[in-house]
């Protein structure tokens, strides 16, 4: 059965990140033992390293994994609308994307105020990407116009996190 793209509706990601498209691959997105569903809250200190992703998928297929907060810095304010956390390309299906190229790296969630979303899309490349050029910054990123760039096509799967900023815990 396909995934419903009814909670990328809800939670803005459709319009806010991507348009409307229909889920034809799955994704499974692990923070430790913890699987990310769309909508759930995942705390910062869970999602330092990178999460455990598997793609379905046809061994001959390639992919693009773009990760991005659309509420940066602030829910209310997002002047940095979307920060990019995370870029690989040329993930085989079948697979996961320590088998692509990253193309830039790894970084957690640490929003500063507010509920943050943090959107993982999945692309279908039509080929080997080759050199990919790197963000020059990661505030500003435009997921649509990215795989506009790179010729990627609407998404194939796309999943989303909460995280809002953990409280320092207090020393006595």
Not at 8 to 11: A, C, F, I, K, S
Not at 30 to 33: D, Q
Not at 144 to 148: C, H, I, M
Not at 154 to 165: E, R, S
């Given at each position: 059965?396909?995934?419903?793209?009814d909670p990328?509706?809800?939670?803005r990601?459709?319009?806010?990140?991507?348009d409307?498209?229909v889920p034809?691959?799955?994704?499974s997105v692990?923070?430790?033992?913890k699987?990310?569903?769309?909508g759930?809250d995942?705390?910062?200190?869970m999602a330092?390293?990178p999460?455990?992703?598997?793609?379905?998928?046809?061994?001959d297929?390639?992919?693009t994994l773009?990760?991005t907060d659309?509420d940066a810095?602030?829910?209310s304010?997002?002047?940095?609308?979307?920060?990019v956390?995370w870029i690989v390309s040329d993930?085989?299906g079948?697979?996961n994307?320590n088998?692509g190229?990253?193309?830039?790296?790894?970084m957690?969630?640490?929003p500063?105020?507010?509920i943050h979303?943090y959107?993982?899309?999945?692309?279908q490349q039509?080929g080997?990407?080759g050199?990919?050029q790197?963000?020059t910054s990661?505030?500003n990123?435009n997921t649509?116009?990215?795989?506009?760039h790179?010729?990627?096509g609407?998404?194939?799967?796309?999943?989303?996190?909460?995280?809002?900023?953990e409280?320092?815990s207090?020393?006595?």
């Open positions: 059965m396909a995934v419903s793209v990328l509706v809800v939670g990601v459709i319009g806010d990140v991507v409307m498209f034809t691959v799955t994704m692990y923070y430790g033992s699987h990310v569903t769309s759930c995942i705390k910062p200190s330092i390293n999460p455990n992703i598997s793609i379905e998928g046809h061994s297929h390639l992919y773009v990760m659309p810095p602030s829910p304010e997002p002047s940095m609308r979307e920060w956390h993930i085989p079948g697979t994307p088998r190229k990253e193309i830039l790296l790894y957690g969630p640490s500063p105020v507010g979303r959107i993982l899309v999945l692309f039509k080997p990407l050199p990919v790197q963000p990661r505030a990123f649509r116009l990215f795989a506009d790179l010729n990627l609407l998404p194939v799967a796309t999943v989303y996190f909460n995280a809002q900023k409280p320092v207090r020393r006595r």
